[in-house]
């Protein structure tokens, strides 16, 4: 079935520099991912829509210059989270959707990746 | 808030109890979505019901909507120790792009 792998799943960074996650769709197309953080015993937030070949869409609150997002391919969309601090400490994850009337606009998860900021 | 709220917050059940979380959200949907979540583990998509749906029923989960009050409830029938997660609704909105939308989740513990 349809799989969505993010890399990395854990991360440990210094205060200041910048870690890059993937997600990649392997083995369909998705022309939008979507990117949620999770603060420890909190929910998801949807921080914003990976759409290919164009600009993400953010949602309110989210800093677009600190969390960069690029979907290049219809396979993989890339968040940058630039000078990371202690606080961007979080758990990333992203979804992508395999559209079409066969499968019903089925939404698919990564595993996750843990940023820890130091 | 772009969340929904969900309650009870947390649960605290012994086995072989049901367990019913319920889920509100805030505007038109295509679908709702319960998701199961371990704790510092990836999430685990149990069920969907679509707008036009107001029951399903998957093993020991049965799932209701009801559109005209934006609400929702999972039933966990003979729970288990197993079933000790948080628990989150979700819906995806009118124009399903594939955005989803959280409940804040309940956390369910099933004593032995």
């Known amino acids: 079935g349809a799989v969505v792998s993010q890399h990395p799943s854990w991360v440990i960074c210094k205060s200041g520099t910048s870690v890059k996650i993937e997600c990649r769709s392997l083995?369909?197309?998705?022309?939008?991912m979507f990117w949620y953080r999770q603060f420890p015993k909190q929910s998801l937030m949807l921080m914003a829509t990976?759409?290919?070949?164009?600009?993400?869409?953010?949602e309110q609150g989210v800093e677009k210059d600190k969390f960069l997002i690029n979907h290049a391919s219809l396979t993989l969309s890339t968040l940058t989270v630039t000078s990371a601090h202690p606080e961007d400490s979080s758990f990333y994850i992203c979804?992508?959707?395999?559209?079409?009337?066969?499968?019903?606009?089925?939404?698919?998860f990564g595993e996750g990746s843990w940023l820890t900021v130091v | 808030s772009q969340q929904g709220e969900e309650d009870p917050q947390a649960l605290s059940i012994q086995e072989g109890e049901n367990a019913t979380m319920n889920c509100s959200y805030k505007?038109?949907?295509?679908?709702l979505q319960w998701y199961r979540q371990n704790s510092g583990r990836g999430l685990v998509h149990l069920i969907l019901?679509?707008?036009?749906?107001r029951e399903k029923h998957s093993g020991r989960l049965r799932v209701t909507l009801d559109t005209s009050k934006k609400s929702s409830s999972l039933l966990i029938t003979a729970s288990r120790a197993a079933d000790t997660a948080s628990y989150f609704c979700?819906?995806?909105?009118?124009?399903?792009?594939?955005?989803?939308?959280f409940g804040q989740g309940t956390t369910l513990q099933v004593k032995p």
């Open positions: 979804s992508a959707t395999q559209t079409g009337a066969a499968y019903g606009n089925t939404i698919y």
């Open positions: 083995d369909f197309q998705a022309t939008t």
């Open positions: 990976s759409n290919e070949g164009s600009k993400a869409t953010y």
């Open positions: 505007t038109s949907i295509n679908n």
């Open positions: 019901i679509r707008s036009n749906e």
């Open positions: 979700a819906t995806v909105p009118s124009s399903n792009t594939g955005k989803l939308i």
